[in-house]
Nanobody, 123 residues
């Protein structure tokens, strides 16, 4: 079965950095687009960043562009999200997602999801 396991979340002060990782198994990783989404209490799950299956194309939400960087290592079947200059409004549960051939910025473009990892940014 497909498994996506996030790690690297935690508590950080505003202006600090965190690096999230997602380890994938049970799917042909190099043929899947990968994405990061987040969900804060009382809000719908929202798009953060996506990367194509070759890593050639990336796309970011306006709210994180210039601060976050998505990357992937197909040999090690991992995708990462480097988060810099964190703000309190970045506080959320962050989810890794995989879609067959997708580079989508929509939840519906992804077939598989991880369990999420909590990111909390204090002021």
């Amino acid at each position: 079965q497909v498994q996506l396991v996030e790690s690297g979340g935690g508590l950080v002060q505003a202006g600090g950095s965190l690096r999230l990782s997602c380890a994938a198994s049970g799917l042909p990783f190099s043929m899947y687009g990968m994405g990061w989404f987040r969900q804060a209490p009382g809000k719908e799950r929202e798009f953060v960043a996506t990367i194509s299956w070759t890593g050639a194309i990336t796309y970011y939400a306006d709210s994180v562009r210039g601060r976050f960087t998505i990357s992937r290592d197909n040999a090690n079947r991992t995708v990462t999200l480097q988060m810099n200059s964190l703000k309190p409004e970045d506080t959320a549960v962050y989810y890794c997602a995989a879609g067959d051939g997708t580079n989508s910025g929509s939840v519906g473009g992804y077939d598989h999801w991880g369990q999420g990892t909590q990111v909390t940014v204090s002021s």
